[in-house]
């Protein structure tokens, strides 16, 4: 069974670069059609989509976030990275890893158990 695990700082300063890996077990980020997404709650709100890697390494990010966003992979470690730079305490949420069905399909079969970024002094 796939299993995602999220890790990195939980306290990020604002104006820092925000760096979260996804390490996955149980399965390849490098198996065909799958996409490999970040998806974050703020608190007291819904789940917001961030962006995804794909099988073959291609990124897409949201609108919103794109200019200061990043995700990258290291095969050899099937991990996945986020990176979103410039942050604010709007970007305090939690942060969830997951896999997508497909391309980009919106639908996830599995997600990491998410972890919480403070973006404060």
């Known amino acids: 069974q796939v299993q995602l695990q999220e890790s990195g700082p939980g306290l990020v300063k604002p104006s820092q670069t925000l760096s979260l890996t996804c390490t996955v077990s149980?399965?390849?980020?490098?198996?065909?059609?799958?996409?490999w997404s970040w998806i974050r709650q703020p608190p007291g709100k819904g789940l917001e989509w961030v962006g995804a890697?794909?099988?073959?390494?291609?990124?897409y990010f949201t609108p919103s976030l794109k200019s200061r966003t990043s995700i990258s992979r290291d095969t050899s470690k099937n991990q996945f990275t986020l990176q979103l730079s410039s942050v604010t305490p709007e970007d305090t949420a939690v942060y969830y890893c997951?896999?997508?069905?497909?391309?980009?399909?919106?639908?996830?079969?599995?997600w990491g158990q998410g972890t919480e970024v403070t973006v404060s002094s």
């Open positions: 997951a896999r997508d069905l497909g391309g980009l399909t919106g639908k996830y079969d599995y």
């Open positions: 149980g399965g390849s980020i490098t198996t065909n059609f799958h996409h």
């Open positions: 890697i794909g099988y073959i390494g291609g990124t």
